[in-house]
């Protein structure tokens, strides 16, 4: 069993369309993250969520909205997509905020 | 403050030599430093971590060393394998901090 899987794994789409990222996790942990992860392998957190409550927002233009209906999923839903949204986007979870993460695989989104 | 400056960039061992890489840090409320590894295609994966308690941690052929004093903590491969060529992130946390800030990264390649 994955432990924390996010759909699709590649997205490829023109500027300007809305796309969403599904992200799940089956460890039961009460934290969850968004990371973007650019071609020079920088990894920036965008946003930190604990018992489906938004805890951070990094700085993350409002184009951008996660959406936890549970625990266990943190979804991401981007609108109006930039050429510079191109990037691979992990969702993590944690059993707190200074223990582990666990990723998942990624999403590499190209926005043409 | 919040930064985790990591260096080098890339680093080129011969197979069975010792792989180093270094981080600082600067905001002293951190209290969890792991170091991760990425392979590509692949989300991070811990590899290992330690808490300010102690100064060094050593599972297997990987060591983290860690100064308090100076804020500053490396991790040590030894016997550097082939398989061991992959992106190291060190990342650094704390529980009020809500989040992980992730150094640079290193790219490390193991000449065989």
């Known amino acids: 069993d994955t432990a924390v899987s996010q759909t699709p794994k590649y997205l490829v789409t023109q500027m300007g369309n809305d796309k969403s990222i599904k992200c799940e996790q089956n460890?039961?942990?009460?934290?969850m993250y968004w990371y973007k992860q650019d071609s020079k392998k920088f990894l920036k957190i965008m946003f930190s969520?604990?018992?489906?409550?938004?805890?951070i927002n990094e700085t993350v233009p409002n184009r951008f909205s996660p959406k936890s209906p549970d625990k266990a999923h943190l979804n991401l839903h981007i609108n109006s997509l930039e050429l510079g949204d191109s990037a691979v986007y992990f969702c993590a979870s944690s059993r707190g905020f200074n223990t582990e993460a666990f990723f998942g695989q990624g999403t590499r989104l190209t926005v043409v | 403050q919040q930064q985790v400056k990591q260096s080098p960039q890339s680093l080129i061992v011969q197979k069975g030599g010792i792989s180093i890489i270094n981080c600082a840090y600067e905001?002293?409320?951190?209290?969890?430093f792991p170091w991760y590894q990425q392979f590509p295609g692949k989300g991070p994966a811990l590899l290992i971590a330690?808490?300010?308690?102690?100064s060094e941690k050593k599972e297997g052929r990987f060591t983290i060393s860690f100064n308090k004093s100076a804020k500053q903590f490396s991790l040590h491969i030894m016997d550097s394998q082939p398989g061991d060529s992959a992106t190291y992130f060190c990342?650094?946390?704390?529980?009020?901090?809500?989040?992980?800030?992730f150094g640079a990264g290193t790219r490390l390649f193991v000449k065989a």
């Open positions: 330690i808490r300010p308690d102690v």
């Open positions: 969520y604990n018992n489906k409550e938004l805890i």
């Open positions: 460890l039961g942990h009460d934290t």
């Open positions: 905001n002293t409320a951190f209290d969890y």
């Open positions: 990342a650094a946390s704390n529980d009020g901090g809500f989040k992980t800030i």
